[in-house]
């Protein structure tokens, strides 16, 4: 608020508070006043008639050609009292102008009071929608410098919101380089590993053309065969979310039908499932579109889909689905120990492997820790949300919600 304004508002309140004392000051000033002259006439008219009792016949006609009222009683102390006559009969003219000016005042006061708070409220209403449409152009990011006008508590208010919204901007572009960084970070890390992954592929593509002499020598090839199919895997998920973080991922959006999403998703894991001794069931419920793109869909729940094979050895995978009016509904559970309860929170960090991975066994997160994560990036990019739990009968369980667009 302006310096000239608050001083208009300020000028307003002052003049309405004096006019009102004002009018009220007079109209006390003038009852006083009409005392006094009725008390000085009462003196003079017993005086007279105290000395001259038949004088009461002219004093009370002369009062009443002045004041035209009428006179009965005899006279005692309050003689105009006794001759029927009041305090305004001998102020009805100067009674009668100066409430005429008190209510004048008065409602002076009253008007120019209403329009200093209706223009002061006005002000402020503006000033507010101002600070309002500030704010949707900084949700927008279109908001351009704020410069507070004058002095007030606008003026402190607005300095205050520039304040935290260029305080905001900063953190958000330091959050957006800080993620670019992340993203460039990991594409280089992915192409650094894709070096060593192509010699160790040569190495052990020359090792598998030698005789093998011993069956130890067969086993330990074949585990550097599953480590480097680890890595290349490793190597590729690293380069997904480098492309995602850094927003270079684009999918293909088109309707595609859920059980063929789950279906091709199994079938590009059934080596896996036949090598686990795992089957999977995932029953037919009609047909069910959803606006996703296949082929990263199928890759998140091909994720899923392994994480519970993993754990679930030699028992089943099972799929179900079901769509409402908002989104559509993927459910993936196995018949294992299911999630560890502290590592629930965090399953979906990346590289997070739960508090007892080192220590061997079927624990949940004892992978790498990229293949959720992903998942949940790639879901996310298409509008939906997935979460983890465990069965009230045993057994984790994948809930996947694809919202319509």
């Given at each position: 608020?302006?310096?000239?304004?608050?001083?208009?508002?300020?000028?307003?309140?002052?003049?309405?508070?004096?006019?009102?004392?004002?009018?009220?000051?007079?109209?006390?000033?003038?009852?006083?006043?009409?005392?006094?002259?009725?008390?000085?006439?009462?003196?003079?008219?017993?005086?007279?008639?105290?000395q001259e009792p038949e004088m009461k016949n002219i004093v009370s006609a002369a009062l009443k050609e002045y004041t035209s009222g009428n006179a009965d009683g005899v006279a005692v102390k309050d003689v105009l009292s006794v001759l029927g006559y009041?305090?305004?009969?001998?102020?009805?003219?100067?009674?009668t102008y100066h409430i005429g000016l008190a209510i004048t005042g008065f409602i002076t006061g009253i008007l120019l009071f209403a329009v200093?708070?209706?223009?002061r409220n006005k002000t402020e209403e503006k000033r507010i929608e101002g600070l309002s449409d500030?704010?949707?152009?900084?949700?927008?990011?279109?908001?351009?410098?704020l410069s507070a006008s004058g002095e007030g508590i606008f003026s402190k208010l607005e300095d205050e919101i520039y304040k935290t919204v260029t305080f905001l901007y900063q953190t958000r572009d330091a959050a957006v380089q800080a993620k670019n960084d992340f993203a460039e970070n990991l594409s280089n890390i992915a192409h650094q590993i894709k070096t060593p992954i192509t010699a160790i592929s040569l190495l052990l593509q020359t090792l598998s053309e030698m005789p093998m002499k011993t069956e130890y020598e067969k086993?330990?090839?074949?585990?550097?065969?599953?480590?480097?199919?680890?890595?290349?895997?490793?190597?590729?998920?690293?380069?997904?979310?480098?492309?995602?973080?850094?927003?270079?991922?684009?999918?293909?959006?088109?309707?595609?039908?859920?059980?063929?999403?789950?279906?091709?998703?199994?079938?590009?894991l059934q080596e896996l499932f036949v090598d686990s001794g795992t089957s999977i069931d995932i029953p037919e419920l009609g047909e069910m579109a959803v606006t996703a793109?296949?082929?990263?869909?199928?890759?998140?729940?091909?994720?899923?889909?392994?994480?519970?094979?993993?754990?679930?050895?030699?028992?089943?995978?099972?799929?179900?689905?079901?769509?409402?009016?908002?989104?559509?509904?993927?459910?993936?559970?196995?018949?294992?120990?299911?999630?560890?309860?502290?590592?629930?929170?965090?399953?979906?960090?990346?590289?997070?492997?739960?508090?007892n991975a080192s220590a061997g066994g079927n624990i949940r997160s004892s992978g790498i820790g990229i293949g959720l994560a992903l998942s949940k990036e790639i879901i996310e990019h298409q509008n939906g949300t997935i979460r983890a739990k465990n069965q009230p009968n045993g057994g984790?369980?994948?809930?996947?919600r694809l919202y319509k667009q």
């Open positions: 608020m302006s310096g000239r304004k608050n001083l208009v508002i300020i000028f307003g309140f002052a003049a309405a508070v004096s006019l009102i004392s004002s009018a009220v000051t007079a109209m006390l000033v003038s009852c006083h006043y009409s005392r006094i002259q009725f008390d000085l006439v009462n003196v003079i008219c017993g005086e007279v008639l105290e009041r305090i305004s009969d001998f102020s009805d003219s100067a009674i200093t708070f209706v223009f500030y704010l949707e152009q900084v949700n927008i990011g279109k908001a351009a410098v086993d330990k090839v074949e585990q550097i065969k599953k480590q480097l199919i680890r890595l290349a895997h490793l190597e590729e998920s690293l380069l997904v979310l480098s492309r995602l973080d850094a927003g270079a991922l684009v999918f293909q959006k088109e309707d595609v039908d859920v059980f063929t999403v789950l279906v091709l998703a199994a079938d590009n793109d296949l082929d990263w869909t199928m890759e998140a729940i091909m994720n899923v889909m392994k994480n519970c094979m993993e754990h679930n050895t030699g028992g089943t995978v099972h799929c179900s689905y079901e769509q409402n009016l908002l989104y559509t509904e993927i459910l993936i559970w196995d018949e294992g120990d299911g999630f560890a309860k502290e590592d629930i929170p965090y399953l979906f960090k990346r590289f997070y492997r739960g508090q984790a369980c994948f809930e996947i």
